[in-house]
């Protein structure tokens, strides 16, 4: 039970991921052919981003038919294919699921938009205009007002995302049983738990404007683990962007039965203005970072399941974001790659994270996919932003730059299609894909691999204590893992500045476990490190 403690997940964005039909799409066959590469990765779990039926606005996030495919990503045999080609190397699907809202295309919707007295009206959230005009001031993530008016009715339905992308009325009990039957078709053919899509949501009480957390938000998730989970040795991991420590410890609590883990992103905001929107940047530190990080490993130590993450399908590319992508491209991508696996928790990998995949450069509307962005331009236009500020935002946070196609090759179209691909491919492929970092034995791929079978091989890494070193250091992240009188030390240099320092006074040269320099060996008491220099030792003195 709970194997999901000791592996590591591999996110595929299947409509970038491999195309085998020339369509431009990646698809579930594409998935099938690449199983040998990612068991040589040596990942357990495949985090599969919606293949459902969905009229893919918002890629896949839009669903209109939970329990078939897109034909785009291929059939119901094909993922059945998938689920038992995974197998048999050991590797577990996990399916993405979006519970908040459907597509507006979704039968029950298309139904529920009939009238007041269809059964599935209340399946969605319906208000009376108040004095003519949307019940509330709240928001939608991707713009404007969170209420659409349906003329049929002179009623206003609520979503939270794009007007096409409706939200579902979870204090209707029916609702839930549809969706419960749902979760159990999808473990019945054999996957091996869920990623739940914006769970914090699920709970909202539009009347009182609370969106997040809300207050039967672990009621209904009680009733979806003794529904659906109960007895199933399943991962379930929630996109908890609103959650704080103490909040995952209401979802990740065992004894409350509710789900695995969250992903948590107090680490991935720290480079937007409080209060405001992801696209208003601002300057943070280093040690800012990892005090964000270390607070969450000391507050769930012990208690509650973290998660593991630099990347996903809405974030950029963390060596673009926070590395240096050109000179120190592979110090800074091992980096971040050491540092994150050697933390406790269950590690994510998203698709290209393990070749250093950088962001696409943005400078025109039109070479932009993401509905989010097309929408935050018309509306920043609209307010007066200039042209460069936008662009500068784009290119700093928006989600196409880790959806351009997987990058197998130095072939045309990176090997990811014959025909014409949907997002443009990111014009280094030439020098950064697959089969380049499998021919070089020092790459960034085999630093992922060797973390993956390391964890494997060392409980340390998997359940051992977390205790943060030279906590004011503002460029050295340094921690050490102690697990039945056994400890190893991790000590990275975040920065580009040479940093000298000495973090223990005994002496003596360690060897490395893993590393990002050529070194062989470390002196603690004398530490020169280069940008980005990370290394991994054990603390044989005790
Ligand atoms: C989540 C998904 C994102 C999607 C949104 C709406 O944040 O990760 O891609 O657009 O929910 O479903
Ligand atoms: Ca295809």
């Given at each position: 039970?709970?194997?999901?403690?000791?592996?590591?997940?591999?996110?595929?964005?299947?409509?970038?991921?491999?195309?085998?039909?020339?369509?431009?799409?990646?698809?579930?066959?594409?998935?099938?052919?690449?199983?040998?590469y990612?068991?040589?990765?040596?990942?357990?779990?495949?985090?599969?981003?919606?293949?459902?039926?969905?009229?893919?606005f918002?890629?896949?996030?839009?669903?209109s038919?939970?329990?078939?495919?897109?034909?785009?990503?291929?059939?119901?045999?094909?993922?059945?294919?998938?689920?038992?080609?995974a197998?048999?190397?050991?590797?577990?699907?996990?399916?993405?699921?979006?519970?908040?809202?459907?597509?507006?295309?979704?039968?029950?919707?298309?139904?529920?938009?009939?009238?007041?007295?269809?059964?599935?009206?209340?399946?969605?959230?319906?208000?009376?205009?108040?004095n003519?005009?949307?019940?509330?001031?709240?928001?939608?993530?991707?713009?404007?007002?969170a209420?659409?008016?349906?003329?049929?009715?002179?009623?206003?339905?609520?979503?939270?995302?794009?007007?096409?992308?409706?939200?579902?009325n979870?204090?209707?009990?029916?609702?839930?049983?549809?969706?419960?039957?749902?979760?159990?078709?999808?473990?019945?053919?054999?996957?091996?738990?869920?990623?739940?899509?914006?769970?914090d949501?699920?709970?909202?009480?539009?009347?009182?404007?609370?969106?997040?957390n809300?207050?039967?938000?672990?009621?209904?998730?009680q009733?979806?683990?003794?529904?659906?989970?109960?007895?199933?040795?399943?991962?379930?991991?929630?996109?908890?962007?609103?959650?704080?420590?103490e909040?995952?410890?209401?979802?990740?609590?065992p004894?409350?039965?509710?789900?695995?883990?969250?992903?948590?992103?107090?680490?991935?905001?720290?480079?937007?203005?409080?209060?405001?929107?992801?696209?208003?940047?601002?300057?943070?530190?280093?040690?800012?970072?990892?005090?964000?990080?270390a607070k969450?490993?000391?507050?769930?130590?012990g208690?509650?399941?973290?998660?593991l993450?630099?990347?996903?399908?809405?974030?950029?590319?963390i060596v673009?974001?926070?590395?240096?992508?050109?000179?120190?491209?592979?110090?800074?991508?091992?980096?971040?790659?050491?540092?994150?696996?050697?933390?406790?928790?269950?590690?994510?990998?998203?698709?290209?994270?393990?070749?250093?995949?950088?962001?696409?450069?943005?400078?025109?509307?039109?070479?932009?996919?993401?509905?989010?962005?097309?929408?935050?331009?018309?509306?920043?236009?609209?307010?007066?932003?200039?042209?460069?500020?936008?662009?500068?935002?784009?290119?700093?946070?928006?989600?196409?730059?880790?959806?351009?196609?997987?990058?197998?090759?130095?072939?045309?179209?990176?090997?990811?299609?014959?025909?014409k691909?949907?997002?443009?491919?990111?014009?280094?492929?030439?020098?950064?894909?697959?089969?380049?970092?499998?021919?070089?034995?020092?790459?960034?791929?085999?630093?992922?691999?060797?973390?993956?079978?390391?964890?494997?091989?060392?409980?340390?890494?998997?359940?051992?204590?977390?205790?943060?070193?030279?906590?004011?250091?503002?460029?050295?992240?340094?921690?050490?893992?102690?697990?039945?009188?056994?400890?190893?030390?991790?000590?990275?240099?975040?920065?580009?500045?040479?940093?000298?320092?000495?973090?223990?006074?005994?002496?003596?040269?360690k060897?490395?476990?893993?590393?990002?320099?050529?070194?062989?060996?470390?002196?603690?008491?004398?530490?020169?490190?280069?940008?980005?220099?990370?290394?991994v030792?054990?603390?044989?003195?005790?």
């Amino acid at each position: 039970m709970q194997w999901w403690r000791e592996s590591v997940v591999y996110q595929i964005y299947p409509k970038s991921f491999q195309d085998t039909n020339s369509d431009g799409i990646g698809d579930i066959l594409g998935i099938i052919t690449r199983l040998d590469y990612l068991e040589k990765l040596g990942v357990e779990a495949i985090w599969l981003s919606p293949v459902y039926q969905s009229p893919n606005f918002d890629n896949g996030y839009d669903i209109s038919d939970y329990e078939s495919i897109n034909p785009e990503f291929g059939s119901m045999e094909d993922i059945e294919l998938l689920i038992d080609e995974a197998k048999k190397r050991d590797i577990r699907i996990l399916m993405d699921l979006v519970l908040n809202h459907t597509r507006d295309k979704h039968k029950w919707f298309l139904e529920a938009k009939k009238g007041k007295d269809n059964p599935y009206r209340d399946y969605y959230i319906w208000r009376d205009p108040i004095n003519g005009e949307e019940p509330n001031d709240l928001r939608a993530g991707f713009g404007g007002s969170a209420w659409e008016h349906d003329k049929k009715s002179n009623q206003y339905y609520f979503h939270l995302f794009s007007k096409q992308q409706p939200d579902l009325n979870w204090e209707n009990p029916q609702l839930r049983q549809e969706i419960w039957q749902m979760m159990r078709f999808w473990l019945d053919k054999g996957v091996a738990g869920f990623r739940l899509d914006v769970i914090d949501l699920i709970g909202k009480v539009p009347n009182e404007k609370i969106t997040v957390n809300g207050p039967k938000l672990h009621e209904y998730l009680q009733e979806m683990n003794q529904e659906v989970l109960a007895g199933r040795d399943t991962l379930t991991v929630g996109e908890a962007w609103s959650a704080s420590p103490e909040i995952a410890q209401l979802y990740g609590d065992p004894s409350r039965n509710e789900l695995s883990m969250i992903f948590s992103f107090e680490h991935m905001v720290l480079d937007e203005q409080p209060g405001k929107s992801k696209w208003d940047l601002k300057l943070f530190t280093l040690l800012e970072l990892k005090h964000a990080i270390a607070k969450w490993q000391v507050a769930l130590d012990g208690k509650i399941w973290n998660s593991l993450f630099w990347n996903n399908h809405d974030l950029p590319r963390i060596v673009s974001r926070w590395g240096n992508e050109k000179e120190y491209r592979v110090e800074s991508a091992k980096m971040f790659a050491i540092t994150l696996h050697l933390l406790k928790g269950t590690p994510y990998i998203y698709q290209g994270e393990e070749l250093g995949m950088t962001n696409f450069p943005i400078s025109d509307m039109s070479e932009v996919n993401d509905i989010e962005t097309h929408h935050m331009y018309v509306e920043r236009i609209k307010k007066g932003y200039s042209k460069k500020d936008i662009f500068h935002s784009i290119n700093a946070k928006g989600r196409d730059n880790a959806r351009t196609p997987m990058q197998w090759s130095g072939s045309k179209n990176s090997g990811f299609t014959d025909g014409k691909p949907w997002l443009h491919i990111n014009p280094n492929y030439s020098d950064i894909n697959v089969e380049a970092v499998l021919a070089d034995p020092n790459s960034i791929f085999y630093t992922y691999q060797q973390l993956i079978k390391l964890r494997k091989e060392n409980p340390v890494i998997i359940w051992g204590e977390f205790k943060l070193l030279l906590e004011a250091h503002k460029q050295i992240f340094a921690y050490e893992r102690s697990y039945k009188g056994e400890t190893w030390i991790v000590v990275a240099n975040m920065s580009e500045i040479h940093v000298t320092l000495n973090l223990d006074d005994r002496q003596g040269e360690k060897p490395v476990v893993i590393g990002n320099y050529p070194k062989k060996t470390y002196q603690l008491n004398k530490l020169d490190l280069g940008p980005y220099e990370t290394f991994v030792v054990k603390d044989n003195f005790l």
